[in-house]
């Protein structure tokens, strides 16, 4: 393989790496990307995933390759990026900008109205740490395939601006396919249903809004976000197979009780995010 490839390749790998593990920040006083780098891996530093590497699952060999430029698949991903285009500004594209990011401890809380009170290290540290460490397994299990295939993202072929501009030069040098944040949102959906089984389809159902969020937000196709939900899909057995995760998941069940019982509410404004869910694509007007 030729030096110089060899070196982009390389590049696009530690890229990738960097990306699954971030935590991210989405505050009134925006931090650059590189800051929002830094911390990720101070962060993933303190907390790793459950998993090794080896036990992931191995998205190349799970997922068939990203559409081919001509193909139906791809005319569909430009059909439903086309699609989304009028969503810029709404409701929902404000909270796909909020859904990008995964700083800590904000991003604890993305799925808070769903899951009915608020997660915090304090309280629920338990439930606290299994949403973070899950991060590593969820995103990592992606970078395999994202190397692979270096899909472009759809902000990078349309040249029309992501919801999150703060992060393009960085997001430009990672694969879009699959999404890790995708990845992710199922993990998160299926972590917090065993936590609290009783509001398992909210719970499922904003997992898979989250993975939406990327196609709203110009980050990644359809057909990315459905690749990353196929990864987290794989990603769960290895979880529940892991004797730290199920002892965690039966220590999150026990302070989500007690935080129910407290009467600890979402700390959110749940009925703005349910109507920013309400907008779409047919509907983009739909308010509060």
């Known amino acids: ?14 890229a990738a790496l960097a ?66 285009r009028v969503l810029e ?9 909020d859904d990008a990011s995964l700083k800590f401890p904000e991003a604890a809380n993305h799925y808070a109205c769903a899951l009915g009170f608020s997660v915090d290290p304090e309280a629920t540290p338990h439930l606290y740490t299994l949403l973070h460490r899950v991060i590593i397994d969820a995103g990592q299990s ?20 992501s919801c999150v501009p703060e992060d393009e030069q960085m997001l430009s040098t990672n694969g879009s396919y699959p999404s890790g944040h995708a990845s992710l949102g199922f993990v998160w959906g299926e972590v917090l249903a065993e936590v609290v089984p009783d509001r398992a389809a909210e719970l499922r159902e904003r997992g898979y809004q989250y993975g ?26 290895a979880l529940r197979a892991n004797a730290g995760y199920r002892a965690d998941v039966e220590a ?22 349910a109507a920013a869910l309400r907008v779409t694509a047919s509907q ?3 308010t509060p």
């Open 284 to 286: 983009p007007g739909v």
């Open 252 to 273: 999150a069940k026990l302070e989500a009780q007690q935080a129910r019982a407290r009467g600890k509410g979402p700390g959110k404004d749940c009925a703005a995010e």
């Open 212 to 237: 939406q969020s990327r196609v709203v937000c110009r980050l990644h196709y359809q057909s990315d976000v459905d690749g990353g939900r196929a990864v987290g899909a794989a990603v769960m057995p």
């Open 89 to 97: 500004g709404s409701a929902r594209w404000k909270l796909a900008y």
């Open 19 to 84: 990306l699954v593990t971030l935590v991210v920040g989405c505050q009134a006083l925006q931090p650059s990307a590189q800051e929002r780098t830094s911390t990720s891996a101070q962060v993933a530093a303190k907390l790793p995933g459950y998993l090794r590497p080896e036990q992931r699952p191995d998205s190349v060999a799970l997922l068939p390759p990203p559409p081919s430029r001509g193909s139906q698949r791809a005319a569909a991903d430009l059909a439903s990026y086309e699609q989304m």
């Open 1 to 14: 393989m030729p030096k110089s490839l060899l070196a982009s390749r390389t590049a696009m790998l530690a």
């Open 142 to 161: 992606t970078a395999a395939a994202k190397l692979k295939y270096i899909r472009k993202r759809p902000f990078q072929e349309t040249g029309d601006p």
